[in-house]
Protein backbone atom coordinates (compact mmCIF):
# COMPACT_ATOMS: atom_id res chain seq x y z
CA UNK A 1 0.00 0.00 0.00
CA UNK A 2 1.55 3.51 -1.28
CA UNK A 3 1.76 6.28 0.69
CA UNK A 4 2.17 9.93 -0.56
CA UNK A 5 4.12 11.82 1.97
CA UNK A 6 4.22 15.13 -0.07
CA UNK A 7 0.42 16.86 -0.60
CA UNK A 8 -1.00 20.65 -0.57
CA UNK A 9 -3.87 22.19 0.06
CA UNK A 10 -5.33 25.39 -0.01
CA UNK A 11 -3.67 26.19 3.45
CA UNK A 12 -0.54 26.60 0.86
CA UNK A 13 -0.48 30.01 -1.08
CA UNK A 14 0.04 28.02 -4.52
CA UNK A 15 -2.91 25.41 -4.27
CA UNK A 16 -6.33 25.94 -4.29
CA UNK A 17 -7.23 22.63 -3.81
CA UNK A 18 -9.62 21.40 -0.62
CA UNK A 19 -8.14 18.78 1.62
CA UNK A 20 -10.82 16.95 1.23
CA UNK A 21 -10.45 16.59 -2.62
CA UNK A 22 -6.87 15.59 -1.86
CA UNK A 23 -7.94 12.98 0.22
CA UNK A 24 -10.86 11.45 -1.76
CA UNK A 25 -8.62 10.82 -4.67
CA UNK A 26 -6.01 9.10 -2.72
CA UNK A 27 -8.62 6.86 -1.44
CA UNK A 28 -10.17 6.54 -5.58
CA UNK A 29 -6.45 6.07 -5.85
CA UNK A 30 -5.63 3.15 -3.64
CA UNK A 31 -3.36 4.77 -1.29
CA UNK A 32 -3.29 3.91 2.33
CA UNK A 33 -1.74 6.97 3.63
CA UNK A 34 -1.33 10.86 2.83
CA UNK A 35 0.36 13.56 4.42
CA UNK A 36 -0.59 17.39 3.55
CA UNK A 37 2.66 19.13 3.92
CA UNK A 38 1.79 22.79 3.82
CA UNK A 39 4.24 25.51 2.56
CA UNK A 40 6.10 27.09 5.49
CA UNK A 41 7.99 30.10 5.10
CA UNK A 42 9.97 32.30 7.07
CA UNK A 43 11.09 35.16 4.16
CA UNK A 44 9.19 38.04 4.03
CA UNK A 45 10.67 37.77 0.09
CA UNK A 46 8.79 34.65 0.26
CA UNK A 47 5.03 34.92 -1.69
CA UNK A 48 3.63 32.57 0.76
CA UNK A 49 5.50 34.64 3.74
CA UNK A 50 2.63 34.88 6.14
CA UNK A 51 0.36 32.65 4.49
CA UNK A 52 0.02 29.61 6.29
CA UNK A 53 -2.32 29.75 9.43
CA UNK A 54 -1.56 26.67 11.93
CA UNK A 55 -4.22 26.61 14.42
CA UNK A 56 -6.61 26.96 11.62
CA UNK A 57 -4.61 24.17 9.63
CA UNK A 58 -4.38 21.41 12.74
CA UNK A 59 -8.15 22.12 13.20
CA UNK A 60 -9.17 21.39 9.77
CA UNK A 61 -7.00 18.36 9.18
CA UNK A 62 -8.60 16.88 12.48
CA UNK A 63 -11.55 17.06 10.70
CA UNK A 64 -10.43 15.22 8.14
CA UNK A 65 -8.20 12.47 10.42
CA UNK A 66 -11.97 11.24 11.54
CA UNK A 67 -13.82 11.27 8.12
CA UNK A 68 -10.96 9.23 6.93
CA UNK A 69 -10.84 6.87 9.58
CA UNK A 70 -10.31 3.49 8.84
CA UNK A 71 -10.12 4.50 4.99
CA UNK A 72 -7.06 6.36 4.89
CA UNK A 73 -4.78 7.41 7.15
CA UNK A 74 -3.93 11.56 6.99
CA UNK A 75 -1.27 13.32 8.89
CA UNK A 76 -1.11 17.25 9.08
CA UNK A 77 2.69 18.00 8.49
CA UNK A 78 4.75 21.30 6.93
CA UNK A 79 6.72 21.89 4.15
CA UNK A 80 9.41 24.39 5.84
CA UNK A 81 11.21 26.51 2.98
CA UNK A 82 14.73 26.19 4.49
CA UNK A 83 17.17 29.12 4.95
CA UNK A 84 19.87 28.60 7.60
CA UNK A 85 19.57 32.47 8.17
CA UNK A 86 16.18 31.46 9.75
CA UNK A 87 17.25 27.98 12.02
CA UNK A 88 16.25 29.72 15.06
CA UNK A 89 12.75 31.36 13.70
CA UNK A 90 11.81 27.78 12.58
CA UNK A 91 12.47 26.02 15.52
CA UNK A 92 11.02 28.21 17.65
CA UNK A 93 8.15 27.58 15.44
CA UNK A 94 7.59 23.73 14.92
CA UNK A 95 8.37 23.92 18.95
CA UNK A 96 4.91 25.63 19.45
CA UNK A 97 3.14 24.09 16.73
CA UNK A 98 3.05 20.03 17.01
CA UNK A 99 2.85 19.11 13.64
CA UNK A 100 2.23 15.60 12.57
CA UNK A 101 5.41 15.43 10.16
CA UNK A 102 7.97 18.25 8.96
CA UNK A 103 9.61 18.00 5.28
CA UNK A 104 12.29 19.99 4.22
CA UNK A 105 13.58 21.66 1.17
CA UNK A 106 15.46 24.72 -0.23
CA UNK A 107 13.43 26.76 -2.17
CA UNK A 108 15.30 29.94 -1.27
CA UNK A 109 19.22 30.86 -1.39
CA UNK A 110 20.08 34.45 -0.15
CA UNK A 111 16.41 35.08 -0.49
CA UNK A 112 16.14 34.15 -4.22
CA UNK A 113 14.34 31.51 -5.34
CA UNK A 114 16.33 28.60 -6.42
CA UNK A 115 13.29 27.68 -8.91
CA UNK A 116 13.45 30.58 -10.75
CA UNK A 117 15.65 31.63 -13.58
CA UNK A 118 16.48 34.98 -11.61
CA UNK A 119 18.62 32.85 -8.94
CA UNK A 120 21.28 31.94 -11.58
CA UNK A 121 21.69 35.60 -13.04
CA UNK A 122 25.55 36.67 -12.83
CA UNK A 123 26.67 33.35 -11.08
CA UNK A 124 29.09 30.88 -12.21
CA UNK A 125 27.69 27.27 -11.55
CA UNK A 126 30.13 27.10 -8.72
CA UNK A 127 28.48 29.62 -6.52
CA UNK A 128 24.96 29.02 -7.54
CA UNK A 129 25.28 25.20 -7.10
CA UNK A 130 28.01 25.45 -4.23
CA UNK A 131 25.48 27.68 -2.37
CA UNK A 132 22.55 25.38 -2.66
CA UNK A 133 24.42 22.17 -1.40
CA UNK A 134 25.44 24.23 1.34
CA UNK A 135 21.90 25.54 2.36
CA UNK A 136 20.83 21.41 1.78
CA UNK A 137 23.36 20.14 4.58
CA UNK A 138 23.07 22.95 6.96
CA UNK A 139 19.31 21.86 6.75
CA UNK A 140 19.97 17.91 7.24
CA UNK A 141 22.51 19.07 10.07
CA UNK A 142 19.75 21.19 12.21
CA UNK A 143 17.96 18.32 13.34
CA UNK A 144 14.49 20.51 12.35
CA UNK A 145 13.28 18.00 9.49
CA UNK A 146 12.54 14.66 9.16
CA UNK A 147 12.50 14.43 5.31
CA UNK A 148 14.87 15.86 2.81
CA UNK A 149 12.45 17.52 0.41
CA UNK A 150 13.23 17.30 -3.96
CA UNK A 151 17.15 17.30 -3.17
CA UNK A 152 18.04 18.26 -6.23
CA UNK A 153 15.20 20.83 -6.83
CA UNK A 154 17.94 23.44 -8.35
CA UNK A 155 17.92 21.38 -11.81
CA UNK A 156 14.58 23.26 -12.44
CA UNK A 157 15.84 25.98 -14.78
CA UNK A 158 19.57 24.78 -14.83
CA UNK A 159 21.30 27.94 -17.53
CA UNK A 160 21.82 26.05 -20.94
CA UNK A 161 25.49 28.17 -20.68
CA UNK A 162 26.44 25.48 -17.76
CA UNK A 163 25.88 23.00 -20.37
CA UNK A 164 25.16 19.59 -18.89
CA UNK A 165 25.14 18.43 -15.66
CA UNK A 166 28.30 16.54 -14.22
CA UNK A 167 27.22 14.76 -11.07
CA UNK A 168 31.13 13.88 -10.44
CA UNK A 169 31.72 17.41 -10.39
CA UNK A 170 29.54 17.79 -7.07
CA UNK A 171 30.62 14.32 -5.96
CA UNK A 172 32.16 15.26 -2.26
CA UNK A 173 29.31 17.61 -1.53
CA UNK A 174 26.35 14.86 -2.68
CA UNK A 175 28.50 12.01 -0.91
CA UNK A 176 28.43 14.48 2.66
CA UNK A 177 24.90 15.60 2.02
CA UNK A 178 23.53 11.87 1.60
CA UNK A 179 25.97 10.25 4.23
CA UNK A 180 24.58 12.85 6.80
CA UNK A 181 20.98 11.79 5.79
CA UNK A 182 21.71 8.45 6.74
CA UNK A 183 24.45 8.97 9.81
CA UNK A 184 20.95 11.42 11.36
CA UNK A 185 18.53 9.05 10.29
CA UNK A 186 16.64 11.24 7.93
CA UNK A 187 15.14 10.32 4.96
CA UNK A 188 15.51 11.02 1.65
CA UNK A 189 12.19 11.64 0.11
CA UNK A 190 11.81 10.43 -3.83
CA UNK A 191 9.71 13.78 -5.24
CA UNK A 192 7.28 12.57 -8.92
CA UNK A 193 6.73 15.94 -9.33
CA UNK A 194 9.99 15.69 -11.58
CA UNK A 195 8.21 13.57 -13.96
CA UNK A 196 4.81 15.71 -14.50
CA UNK A 197 7.31 18.77 -15.39
CA UNK A 198 8.99 16.62 -18.43
CA UNK A 199 12.20 16.56 -16.00
CA UNK A 200 12.78 12.81 -17.15
CA UNK A 201 13.74 11.52 -13.25
CA UNK A 202 12.17 12.54 -10.28
CA UNK A 203 14.33 14.45 -7.38
CA UNK A 204 16.38 13.75 -6.70
CA UNK A 205 17.78 11.90 -10.08
CA UNK A 206 18.22 8.16 -10.16
CA UNK A 207 21.83 8.83 -10.55
CA UNK A 208 21.85 10.12 -6.98
CA UNK A 209 19.29 7.93 -5.51
CA UNK A 210 21.85 5.21 -6.47
CA UNK A 211 24.80 6.92 -4.95
CA UNK A 212 22.23 7.12 -1.75
CA UNK A 213 22.13 3.09 -1.93
CA UNK A 214 25.63 2.42 -2.70
CA UNK A 215 26.57 4.87 0.33
CA UNK A 216 23.92 2.26 2.29
CA UNK A 217 20.91 4.18 2.67
CA UNK A 218 18.40 1.43 2.39
CA UNK A 219 14.78 3.48 2.81
CA UNK A 220 13.03 6.54 0.90
CA UNK A 221 9.75 8.16 0.86
CA UNK A 222 7.59 8.84 -1.67
CA UNK A 223 5.74 12.26 -2.40
CA UNK A 224 3.91 13.87 -5.31
CA UNK A 225 4.16 17.28 -4.43
CA UNK A 226 0.59 17.63 -5.93
CA UNK A 227 -1.12 20.60 -5.91
CA UNK A 228 -4.14 19.61 -7.82
CA UNK A 229 -6.11 16.60 -7.11
CA UNK A 230 -5.51 14.57 -10.12
CA UNK A 231 -1.38 14.40 -8.90
CA UNK A 232 -1.77 12.52 -5.93
CA UNK A 233 0.19 9.32 -6.12
CA UNK A 234 1.35 10.41 -9.82
CA UNK A 235 4.06 8.05 -11.53
CA UNK A 236 4.22 6.03 -7.60
CA UNK A 237 3.61 2.55 -9.11
CA UNK A 238 6.53 2.85 -11.79
CA UNK A 239 9.11 4.69 -9.44
CA UNK A 240 8.04 2.28 -6.67
CA UNK A 241 9.65 -1.01 -8.73
CA UNK A 242 12.62 1.37 -9.81
CA UNK A 243 13.20 1.62 -6.64
CA UNK A 244 12.75 -2.10 -5.38
CA UNK A 245 15.42 -3.43 -8.20
CA UNK A 246 17.63 -0.72 -6.39
CA UNK A 247 17.05 -3.09 -3.38
CA UNK A 248 15.16 0.55 -1.35
CA UNK A 249 12.45 0.02 0.62
CA UNK A 250 9.60 2.47 0.01
CA UNK A 251 8.78 3.27 3.66
CA UNK A 252 5.33 3.95 5.04
CA UNK A 253 6.54 5.99 8.17
CA UNK A 254 4.44 7.41 10.83
Known amino acids: MLCDYHVHSDFSHDCSTSMEDVCEMAVRKGLSKICFTEHLDFDRRDEGWRYFKPEKYLSRAEKY ?69 SELLSMVQSGLVRTVAHMDYIKNHRPTQYGPFIQERWQDELVQILECIIEREVLLEVNTSALRRGLGAPYPSWDIIRLYRYLGGNEVILGSDAHFAEDVGAHFADVSVELSSMGLVVGAQT
Open 65 to 133: KEAYKGELSVSAGVEVTYQSVYASEIAEFLELHKFDYVTGAVHMVNHTIVGSPGYFVGKLEDEAYGEYW
